[in-house]
Nanobody, 128 residues
Framework: QVQLVESGGGLVQAGGSLRLSCVVS????????MGWYRQAPGKQRELVAS???????NYADSVKGRFTISRDNAKNTLYLQMNSLKPEDTGVYYC??????????????????????WGQGTQVTVSS
C-alpha cells in the first residue's frame, strides 16, 4: 500500500552531478523523517543524509558540502542533489521514509501504524 520509488541514478564522471528523487505514495498519514542511504559492493548500508519534518538535516561527514537533501512535503517527494561526485560515492542509493501510515484505502484512527519503508534503490556509478 505504500511505495517508495527512486529515480535519477546513473553513470557520471568524477566531478559531475546527479539529482536523485524519491516519491512516496500510498496510505500516508504523516512522514516524520526521510533519508538517503547507500551501499557500496562489499560494504554495509550507510546513512548519507536525512531530513525531518521540520527541515532539520543531517549529513555523513563524507558528503558534507557536496550533497544537499531536501523534501517537498506537499508532493511526498525527497531529493538528493549530489555535486562534485567522487568514485567513492559509487553504490546503490536507497530512500527511507519513517512515519505513520494507515491500512486500507481510507484513513481511520484504528488503522494507523508506525513503520519505516524502503525504496528499491537506484544505482549511482562515478567513474574516475
Amino acid at each position: 500500500q505504500v511505495q517508495l520509488v527512486e529515480s535519477g541514478g546513473g553513470l557520471v564522471q568524477a566531478g559531475g552531478s546527479l539529482r536523485l528523487s524519491c516519491v512516496v505514495s500510498g496510505s500516508i498519514f504523516s512522514i516524520k523523517a526521510m533519508g538517503w542511504y547507500r551501499q557500496a559492493p562489499g560494504k554495509q548500508r550507510e546513512l548519507v543524509a536525512s531530513i525531518n519534518n521540520r527541515g532539520r538535516t543531517n549529513y555523513a561527514d563524507s558528503v558534507k558540502g557536496r550533497f544537499t537533501i531536501s523534501r517537498d512535503n506537499a508532493k511526498n517527494t525527497l531529493y538528493l542533489q549530489m555535486n562534485s561526485l567522487k568514485p567513492e560515492d559509487t553504490g546503490v542509493y536507497y530512500c527511507n521514509a519513517d512515519g505513520t501510515f494507515y491500512r486500507g484505502t481510507y484513513y481511520s484512527q484504528k488503522s494507523l501504524y508506525d513503520y519505516e519503508y524502503w525504496g528499491q534503490g537506484t544505482q549511482v556509478t562515478v567513474s574516475s
